[in-house]
């Protein structure tokens, strides 16, 4: 009996707002960082962030990229300096937050256009607070840091994975909250005590639970409108 022929995958890309917004998609914020993979795409040179499975299909986060090195040196910045994000030549000061970049050949997969809607469960949060909430617990079980992505028009809302653990099946659980306004911040700041979420650009208090918002230059293909 002829074997199966095994599925090849497929690579979803999804263009995120910025160089930063990738580096904190990597950014472990204890001094490790996910490695970040440059391919040399038909259509220019993509630093991706790979993300979630849907299916065969893994979500690629990228942004077009002009530098062509192998360590990115990214500063999340604090109350006085912004955020910023650079090649350079080695990893030789302490205390900072360094990237590895693989120069990878991702040819091999094949790029979707849009994933199979039976692999997804779309969930609407009516409250914000909540969604955020939910992933900050689950991130604080998990030891990570949890990623929300702020996309549809005027990045008006806020998107998050298999955030509630008891409803996680083998689909991709996809929860989604409306803003009432683009968020300026690059972390989301939840307050255990009354609830409560607001967008800040650093972390720089220990008394709340923080997730990284990625910005997105598009909307996800599978949560339009």
Same mark, same amino acid.
């Given at each position: ?111 979707? =256009?849009?994933? +199979?809607? #039976?692999?997804?469960? $779309?969930?609407? @949060?009516?409250?914000? !607070? ?5 992933? *900050? ?50 972390? =989301?700041?939840? +307050?255990? #005590?009354?609830?409560? $979420?607001?967008? @800040?650009?650093?972390? !720089? ?5 923080? *997730? ?14």
């Amino acid at each position: 009996m002829p074997k199966k022929k095994q599925e090849q995958g497929r690579l979803l890309y999804v263009k995120a707002a910025s160089l930063e917004d990738i580096c904190r998609h990597a950014c472990n914020f204890d001094f490790t960082a996910e490695p970040l993979i440059m391919y040399r795409h038909r259509s220019g040179n993509r630093l991706i962030a790979l993300g979630e499975h849907i299916g065969d299909t893994q979500l690629a986060y990228y942004v077009e990229s002009r530098g062509d090195g192998s360590i990115l040196l990214y500063e999340p910045g604090n109350g006085e300096t912004g955020e910023s994000a650079r090649f350079v030549g080695s990893a030789d000061q302490t205390g900072k937050h360094y990237i590895n970049v693989v120069h990878a050949d991702l040819s091999a997969y094949r790029e979707s =256009a849009e994933p +199979d809607k #039976k692999g997804i469960v $779309l969930i609407n @949060v009516e409250k914000p !607070e909540d969604l955020v909430g939910a992933i *900050a617990r689950k991130s604080v079980r998990d030891e990570s840091m949890a990623c929300v992505y702020a996309t549809g028009a005027g990045a008006k809302r806020i998107v998050a994975f298999n955030a509630l653990g008891a409803l996680a099946d083998d689909k991709l659980t996809v929860y989604y909250s409306r803003l009432g306004s683009k968020p300026e911040g690059n972390f =989301a700041r939840y +307050d255990y #005590k009354d609830n409560s $979420l607001c967008f @800040v650009r650093s972390m !720089e208090s220990h008394a709340y639970v923080y *997730a990284k918002v990625i910005n997105l230059a598009e909307p996800f293909p599978f949560l339009k409108g």
